[in-house]
């Protein structure tokens, strides 16, 4: 059964920083994709950025580059997201997904529980 779970969300004031993890029980976690969505209320589920199987390739949406970098740990089965310079746009419900190397929610079969992010301003 695959499961992915989120952790490190919480509040925190503009400008400022929070590390999101997502912890994976994929056997072949290594042979993924991993990618990070959010959803913020009312709107869709939109894409953050995405990593390749090895890490040599990352991708991000235009309003977070320069501020969130995407990381993995193949041996520990974990994949990352540093998130700098918050803004209160960033405010969200963040989702963890394991899928081929893409933007869209299509691309990602499995998901995790998602883990909500609040920037006060």
């Known amino acids: 059964q695959v499961q992915l779970v989120e952790s490190g969300g919480g509040l925190v004031q503009a400008g400022g920083s929070l590390r999101l993890s997502c912890a994976a029980s994929?056997?072949?976690?290594?042979?993924?994709?991993m990618g990070w969505f959010r959803q913020a209320p009312g709107k869709e589920r939109e894409f953050v950025a995405a990593?390749?199987?090895?890490?040599?390739?990352?991708y991000y949406a235009d309003s977070v580059k320069g501020r969130f970098t995407i990381s993995r740990d193949n041996a520990k089965n974990r994949v990352y997201l540093q998130m700098n310079n918050l803004k209160p746009e960033d405010t969200a419900v963040y989702y963890c997904a394991a899928g081929v190397l893409g933007t869209t929610t299509r691309d990602y079969p499995y998901w995790g529980q998602g883990i909500l992010v609040t920037v006060s301003s």
């Open positions: 994929l056997r072949t976690f290594s042979t993924y994709a």
């Open positions: 990593i390749s199987w090895n890490g040599g390739r990352t």
